[in-house]
């Protein structure tokens, strides 16, 4: 088993594969914030390579062998495919070759409490709800982050060694390496079938993650997801429960409202009876879930509700998760990072009941094999929309493959006779078209976890263009 000490420094030079990822920056800063001699490469450069120069950190942006310069570990990212040239030359040397995954597992046992937030919708938000809260106490956390949070000003912070807070990705199986003193399971959904064989494929994986943890453990989750119960007669610590509306939790969320604006707020009973009341500056009933899972992890932890109460309100989300980015002839213009069937309905579904307009999804696919295995489903996801705009697909880590194309999504979106579909192959087609057809009181929200982020920025930065088009 692979241990890493970050004070020890045993480890003195460390190369970094894909260093340019959300997740691989962040613990590339880590080390360089220790001491360590940090190098890396990347396909191209990017606001996070830049910010890891700043601090010291050599990047190549080639990927080749003679990149690998006398390391004493390397750790690459799981884009990274066995033909790659650094990672055959880091192979054959006497030294440590892990993925990020086996690394940030080690990385776990050096804190006296580490939370690791898995799932398949929700990491990111419950991460970074409960490092808002954490980083407002009394203590001083470690953040990894796989978003950006504006309370850190980024995807990481680095403080004491008495937290650690960070999102456990089930890719590859990475689970299977980590070891939390506090663990949530914020759901288990059928996704990555690029990896997984099946459903069944992927809980037997959560079930391995679960035999990692100690008797002193703490588990959390979603008692109101039937795939959660699969998994909790391998949990050797101790599991803590949580639902809406459900009384056989130990924490039940009721008397669910939503104020002018669309936030949530709820009476939460706690484990030993009382009731506390939270309220929310986020949108979505689903969050309350997040929420949840956040009140839990830090109560559970020593923080007091004082201070959870008033993180929890004044949290108002990470970039690109339902985030507002301006306005368009008064369409109001929002980019999401949903890209799984079930995170894109219960998005739309929460902007469905606060918007008085046309709601209008652009909807950019992320992988052939997401999009080719669930595409029934990615049909289903858009039945509350009044239109939808479907991308060029995101191919991401995957090569082309022509069995499969976002003409196929769209067929099977309007074979359903719900919402209308069409297929706009560019960013630039797709902003001119949503200047043609917006109105005042739309909403017009681009989804996918590739970069369809930069279609709405672009759709606010060039609005001269659409009042032009509406002064003709």
Known sequence: ??????????????????????SMSGIAHLLLSHGYNVTGSDRKKSILTEELEKQGAKIFYTQKKENINNP??????????????????????PIPVVTRGVFLGALMKNYKNSIAISGSHGKSTTT??????????????????GGELDEIEGNFHFGSDDFLVTEACEYKGNIRYYYPSTAIVLNID?????????????????????????????????LNEENNKLIIDSIPGEVITYAQEN????????NIKFNEIGYPNFDLRMRDGAIEHFEMGILGKHNINNAMASIIATYENGIDLDTIKENLKNYHGLHRRMEVLGTVGNATIMTDYGHHPNEIKVTLESLREHTKGK????????????????????????????EVIVTEIYAAREKFDPTIHSKDAVRKINERGITPARYIKTFEGAKKYI?????SNDLVVTTGCGNPN???????????????????
């Open 1 to 22: 088993m692979f241990e890493f000490n970050l004070n020890e420094h045993k480890y003195k030079n460390v190369h970094f594969i894909g260093i340019g990822g959300i």
């Open 72 to 93: 004493d570990l390397v750790v690459y990212t799981d884009a990274i495919l066995p033909d790659n040239e650094e990672l055959i030359a880091s192979l054959i040397l």
């Open 128 to 145: 970074s709800i409960i490092s808002k809260i954490l980083l407002n106490s009394k203590e001083d956390p470690t953040v990894l982050l």
């Open 190 to 222: 059928e996704d990555h079938l690029d990896y997984y064989k099946d459903l069944n494929d992927i809980v037997e994986t959560f079930k391995t993650y679960m035999r990692n943890l100690d008797k002193d453990s703490k588990v959390i989750l979603n």
């Open 247 to 254: 009384e056989d939790a130990d924490y039940c969320a009721f």
């Open 359 to 386: 709601l209008i999804c652009i909807w950019q696919p992320h992988t052939y094999s997401r999009t080719k295995t669930l595409i029934d489903d990615f049909a289903k996801a858009f039945d509350v929309a009044d």
């Open 435 to 439: 200047y043609g057809d917006i109105a």
């Open 454 to 472: 930069v279609l709405a920025e672009m759709i606010v930065r060039d609005k001269a263009e659409y009042d032009e088009l509406k002064n003709k």
